[in-house]
């Protein structure tokens, strides 16, 4: 069956003859290409198309709302392909053709999520999602055990990890909730040193996991900074109010005054 995109009015989901539906085994690209893709690009044409028409109909001209609308989609799509392999990397020693179901509807269940709107409108959700998948994705082959490549290799993997947990959290304040899987990491990690467990890699995983979670912190904590110095530190008025609070998050006063 050949994979032609039908028109954007049209949204049909179907696999090939010797694909999904047919009980093969298509490998993990290609049932993407059969299901998962097709499927979101569909929904998002229609979904770009009639935000494009709601910004006519307003008579928006600015072209900021159509580039939010362009990078949410983009940001949407790449998203539930990150998370069908983050899926995949999670349960390595379950056999592949179980895996991969779980993984296509751990995609779908994401393309048909209650929050859909907030993922394809101009907002943050869906680029936060992606960014937190993402270094999920990065934790997820960091840890592997035994490990199929080499320590360095794997230590490079969680390090990064924190550096995007910390992107994400300049998106959304709740990603700093991902860095509790560090914070595990890290106990579990000063339990089998005191336990004499494989103190050497258990030392070398502490280093890397709390080298990974202040990485997180200082890339989080990068907006507030900035807020500090514009509004506390360098203004010629009065400050604002949370420029006095025990600890000066504009984030939180922000939530509380107009959230």
């Known amino acids: 069956m050949p994979y032609t995109i039908p028109r954007s009015d049209s949204v049909v989901i179907s696999g090939s003859r010797n694909g999904l539906l047919a009980g093969g085994s298509p490998s993990r690209w290609r049932q993407l290409a059969e299901v998962d893709i097709r499927c979101i690009l569909y929904v998002e ?6 935000a494009i028409g709601s910004l006519r109909y307003a008579e928006v001209s600015g072209q900021e709302a159509l580039a939010g609308i362009v990078i949410s989609h983009t940001a949407h799509l790449l998203s539930v392909l990150i998370l069908y392999e983050l899926t995949l990397a999670v349960f390595p020693r379950v056999a592949w053709k179980k895996r991969s179901k779980t993984a296509l509807l751990a995609a779908t269940l994401h393309i048909i999520s209650p929050a859909g709107i907030f993922l394809s409108a101009p907002y943050a959700e869906s680029s936060f999602s992606l960014l937190n998948f993402a270094g ?3 934790y997820a082959y960091g840890s592997t055990e035994p490990p199929k490549r080499s320590r360095l ?14 992107i994400a959290t300049t998106f959304r304040g709740n990603g700093l909730f991902s860095g509790l899987i560090l914070v595990w990491d890290a106990i579990t990690s000063i339990i089998k040193i005191l336990q004499q467990i494989e103190v050497g890699l258990s030392l070398r995983s502490l280093v890397v996991v709390s080298a990974s979670g202040v990485l997180m912190a200082c890339i989080a904590l990068v907006p507030q900074y900035l807020a500090y110095i514009e509004y506390c530190w360098t203004a010629t008025e009065q400050g604002r109010p949370w ?11 922000v939530q509380k005054k107009y959230w």
Not at 153 to 166: E, R, T
Not at 243 to 253: D, E, R, T
């Open 243 to 253: 420029c006095a609070a025990w600890i000066p998050s504009i984030y939180a006063y």
């Open 136 to 138: 999920f994705y990065l």
């Open 45 to 50: 044409v229609l979904l770009t198309r009639l």
């Open 153 to 166: 290799l794997q230590d490079c993997f969680v390090m990064s990890s924190g550096a995007i947990f910390g």
